[in-house]
Structures are given as structure tokens and as C-alpha cells.
């Protein structure tokens, strides 16, 4: 062979890999090209791409919360009813409007009745997605939800109110030997109460993290809650790359965690107190361990596990979040605080000197109260759902033009941006309860407070929260006045910490 006939087979070799990687890259240019031109396409206003990798990405290692993206994003399209905009490759459609935002959520459910999995759900760890939010409609969600439900009726909570007592006791106990040093990080130790009450009243489990602040349940509770930057990525490394990770003996503090409550869980289980009124058995009194068949559930000890382990996800963060923002406003807001503490000393009065689960209920101002912190701090930054049906959102103002979605849409709702939009709330900054007196709250479009969803899939745990945040703060007012130490910027962000001064009463 001529050494010209060698060099032209050379190249021949050359062009073909050569051809293929320019077609790769055409093909993932148009690719790209297509994604990001998916709102413009549609005529729907939207953020550029630039500010959407950033923002995505400052929210991923929590430089920032995400909340505050799409609390800007929100004000920056004042009068729109929607913004697209996209997560990395992932176009999302932010909902504004509340008529909108009913179609979506209540009217028109049917077209939006899932959640989207953020977990693989053929992984190791695939508890993570066997959960009601996780769950789809076509993997039973409605008949898990029907199971579910009977936990939250008003006779199972005035049935759980001695326990969730017990709970806060140990809270005021742990404040009262706190003598001298009454300034308090409310966050660290309201969350304890919040994973003591799950502990207790959803697995039967006394835990009591005040007295014994090292003990492995709280520590768990924490170490799945704690969920920073580097853990989220050591986690995502796990899921995709499971062997290289368990030869490099890398394990995140989430998998750990799993391990513990899975036995704790079967553990519980295995004593079969089918009486008792905790989650455990109620899930063994439905068939969960026993293989009772539904038309869609299927029940293997994953799911078991999977449902235990999200109810205390969902439980214990959120409403540790949202308390301790309720001392806060408490602590600097002191009008608020002393017409708070007048109607709990006539409902004192009226019980000889002890609040019970009536007394708790009877308290108007209280919810006025904890309905305002609610709307001024949200716990999450938005609530999604997945077009499960192909969906028209009809043109309405100038501008606009008809939205095809279609199946496997995201839409977001953003409830911050919502409720602090002066065009729903007047002097929307302003910690003022009385926007839920009964003379007020029919000026309130429900659709306009979301900090528990809306419509059918809502929170299921919105009644007990409520309980068990009303019970405590009445018991702390009772002998403690808050004052407030006046730290910045608290209530933009979610990890800062939250410092009050509780001064006894007697
Ligand atoms: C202040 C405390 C709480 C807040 C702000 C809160 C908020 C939320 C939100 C926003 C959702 C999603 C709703 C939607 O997409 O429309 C949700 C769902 C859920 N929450 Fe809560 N939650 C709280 C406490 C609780 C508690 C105490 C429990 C259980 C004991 C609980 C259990 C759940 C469950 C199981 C779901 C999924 C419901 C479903 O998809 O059917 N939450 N919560």
C-alpha cells in the first residue's frame, strides 16, 4: 500500500468521527436552541436565560433562598398573569394570578392532579418517592390520601392534645431551667419541640429532646432536615453513582438516617398495637405490612417506611419554621403581643387558670395571628404541579395569547410574591392580624394564601400544625413576655438565626 493510499484512509477515519461530532453538536444546538426558545415561542413573557442559570444556581447551594428569586420575578412582571422561565434545561411556567391559580389547582384539578417527582424513582433509596406528595394519581395517591385522612379529623386531635401538652411542658420546663440566660435562639429549640410532638404522636415514640438533647431521633431528625449545599450534591452523587460511592465508603447523612428510622419504624411495627392512636398504626390497621391489595396501592415495607419517614419531613421544618417566625413578630411587634395576651387571661379565667384544646379553639385573635405570620412567612418558596392533561389557558389581557400546555408541563405558584402583593394585601410588610378579624377575612380571596396549598392536594397536616403551634405559643405568652433583640434581616432569610428575650411573667 502506497503511503498516499495510507494517509487518504487516514483522513477518511479522520472525517467520518469528525462528521459525527459536528452532527452531535448541530443536533444539541437545535436541542438547546428549542428549549430555550419555548416561551418566547409561545409569546409568554419570561426571565432570560443568563439570570435563570444564575439564580438557579445560587438557590441550588443556598447562597440565597429561592424564594427571593421568585419573590423578584414576581414583582419585576407586575401585571402578568404568568412568567415562564427556566430551571437549567427545564421550562417552568410561574402562575401569578389568583383566578389562575383556582383553575389550576381546584377547578380544573383534573388537568393537574400530580406533583412532580424530584426522585429517581427506580433508585437505592426509593422510599424517598413512596410519600403522598411524591405520589401520583395513577399510583393511588387518592386512596393513600383517604387513608391518611382520618389522622387529622378534629376527634383525633382533641384525642392527641395531652401529648402535644407533654411536649410543650417539656419546652417551658427546659425554658424555665434556662434562668438567667433568657435570650434564646428560637429556631434550634422550637425545632425540637416540633420533632418531639411528630415523635410522640405519629410513631408513639417519647423522645424528649429538651432533657436529652443527644438522643438519636432528634439527631436523625436533624441530620435529614440539615440538608446544605454539599449534602444535596453528596446525595445526588449517591443516587447516580450508588457502587463507586459505597467502595469509596461515602454515605450522606440522609441515607444514614433512613437506615435508622427504617428500624425504629419496624421496630414500633413489630409491637402490632393496632389500638394505638399513632401514624404506625393506623397504617397496620390499613393493610401496610400485611400485603392488603387496593386497586393502586400496592404496599411493601417500602411504602411503610417511605410514608412514616415523609410525614416527619413534612412535619417537623415547617412548622418549626413557621413558630418561630410567629415569636419573632410576637417579640417586635408588643401591641400585637399584649391584645394577644388579654384574650388568653379571659380564656384563663374561663378555664380556672389551664388551656384546653376548646380553650386553644375558642381564641379568635391567636389565629388572627398565626394566619398573619403564615401569610408573611410561607415555608415554601413555590408549590408545583404537572400537567397531566393536555390544557388551554385561554388569552385574557392585551398581549396575551392562548397557552398550550401539555402533558408533563410544570407549573409553579409563587405564595410569597402572592401574599405580599399590595394589590391583595395593603401594606403588605406590615405584621397586622386584623386582616383576619371576622370583619376583615371575607375581603381575603383564598386563593391569595397559600402557605398550605390549595385545593384537593393541599396540606393534609394544616389542622394538627395549627394545633400544635396555637398551643404552644399560648403557653409561652402565659409566663413569658417577648422581647426583641433586633437582629437584621431576619425576615428575608430562612437559615438566619432568630433571637428572642423571654422575660418571666411572675
Ligand atoms: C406550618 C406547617 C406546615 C406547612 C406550612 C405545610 C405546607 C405544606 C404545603 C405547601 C404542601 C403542598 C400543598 C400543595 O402543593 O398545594 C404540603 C403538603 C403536605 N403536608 Fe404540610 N405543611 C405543614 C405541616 C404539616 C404537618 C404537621 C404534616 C403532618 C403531620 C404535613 C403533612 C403534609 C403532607 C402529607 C403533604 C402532602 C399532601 C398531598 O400531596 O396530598 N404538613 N404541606
Redesign the pocket.
Known amino acids: 500500500m502506497s503511503p498516499k493510499h495510507t494517509f487518504i484512509e487516514f483522513e477518511m477515519w479522520l472525517l467520518i468521527p469528525s462528521i459525527l461530532l459536528i452532527c452531535f453538536f448541530v443536533k444539541l444546538f437545535c436541542n438547546v436552541l428549542q428549549t430555550y426558545t419555548y416561551w418566547s415561542d409561545r409569546g409568554v413573557p419570561h426571565l432570560n436565560l443568563l439570570r435563570c442559570f444564575k439564580n438557579c444556581t445560587i438557590s441550588l447551594f443556598r447562597i440565597t433562598p429561592s424564594a427571593d428569586f421568585f419573590k423578584d420575578m414576581y414583582d419585576e412582571h407586575k401585571d402578568k398573569r404568568y412568567v415562564g422561565f427556566y430551571e437549567y434545561f427545564q421550562p417552568i411556567l410561574l402562575i401569578k394570578d389568583p383566578e389562575l391559580i383556582k383553575d389550576i ?1 381546584l377547578k380544573d384539578f383534573h388537568s393537574f392532579e400530580d ?1 412532580h417527582n424530584f426522585v429517581p424513582s427506580a433508585d437505592l433509596h426509593s422510599i424517598w418517592s413512596k ?3 411524591s405520589m401520583s394519581t395513577q399510583q393511588g ?1 387518592n386512596e393513600m ?1 383517604a387513608i ?1 385522612t382520618p389522622f387529622f379529623t378534629s376527634s383525633k386531635l382533641r384525642a392527641m392534645f395531652p401529648s402535644m401538652k407533654e411536649c410543650c411542658d417539656n419546652f417551658l420546663k427546659s425554658l424555665h431551667s434556662n434562668e438567667g440566660t433568657k435570650v434564646v435562639e428560637i429556631k434550634n429549640l422550637i425545632s425540637r419541640y416540633t420533632v418531639d410532638v ?1 415523635a410522640k404522636i ?1 410513631y408513639g415514640v417519647t423522645c424528649n429532646s429538651f432533657e436529652n438533647e443527644n438522643n438519636e431521633f432528634l439527631k436523625m431528625s436533624e441530620s435529614l432536615m440539615n440538608y446544605t449545599g454539599l449534602e444535596g450534591l453528596t446525595y445526588l452523587t449517591y443516587l447516580t453513582f450508588p457502587t463507586v460511592m459505597k467502595k469509596l465508603n461515602i454515605q450522606p447523612s440522609r441515607v444514614r438516617a433512613s437506615v435508622f428510622f427504617r428500624k425504629l419504624f419496624l421496630d414500633v411495627a413489630r409491637m402490632r398495637d393496632t389500638n394505638g392512636t399513632n401514624l404506625v398504626s393506623l397504617l397496620i390497621k390499613n393493610g401496610f405490612l400485611s400485603g392488603k391489595s387496593y386497586s393502586k396501592l400496592s404496599l411493601v415495607e417500602d411504602d411503610f417506611v417511605g410514608h412514616l419517614l ?2 416527619l419531613i ?2 417537623v421544618e ?2 418549626a ?2 413558630l418561630a417566625y410567629i415569636f419573632y413578630e410576637l417579640a417586635e411587634n408588643p401591641k400585637v403581643q399584649q391584645k394577644l395576651y388579654e384574650e388568653l387571661r379571659r380564656v384563663l379565667k374561663e378555664n380556672n387558670g389551664s388551656i384546653d384544646y376548646q380553650g386553644i379553639t375558642s381564641m379568635k385573635y391567636l389565629d388572627n395571628v398565626v394566619s398573619e405570620c ?1 401569610r408573611m412567612h ?3 418558596a413555590a ?3 404537572k400537567c397531566t392533561k393536555p390544557y388551554i389557558i385561554k388569552a385574557k389581557l392585551p398581549g396575551e395569547s392562548d397557552i398550550h400546555l401539555k402533558e408533563g408541563d410544570w407549573i409553579w405558584m409563587p405564595p410569597e410574591g402572592v401574599q405580599k402583593d399590595p394589590k391583595y394585601y395593603i401594606e403588605p410588610e406590615k405584621f397586622d392580624p386584623d386582616r383576619f378579624s371576622a370583619e376583615n377575612k371575607h375581603t381575603i380571596n383564598p386563593f391569595t394564601f ?6 384537593p ?6 389542622r ?2 395549627l394545633m ?2 396555637k398551643l404552644i405559643v399560648a403557653e409561652v405568652l402565659q409566663r413569658y413576655q417577648l422581647e426583641s433583640c433586633n437582629f437584621p434581616n431576619v425576615e428575608r432569610y430562612h437559615d438566619s438565626k432568630i433571637w428572642i428575650r423571654f422575660i418571666s411573667r411572675s
Not at 397559600?450 to 385545593?455: E, K, R
Not at 392536594?457 to 394544616?462: L, P
Open positions: 389547582t406533583h410519600n403522598l406528595y395517591w390520601r391518611l411528630i405519629g415523609f410525614l413534612a412535619a415547617t412548622t419554621h413557621v403564615l410561607p415555608v415554601q408549590h408545583d404541579r397559600l402557605t398550605f396549598g390549595v385545593g392536594r393541599n396540606c393534609i397536616g394544616q394538627f400544625a400544635e403551634m
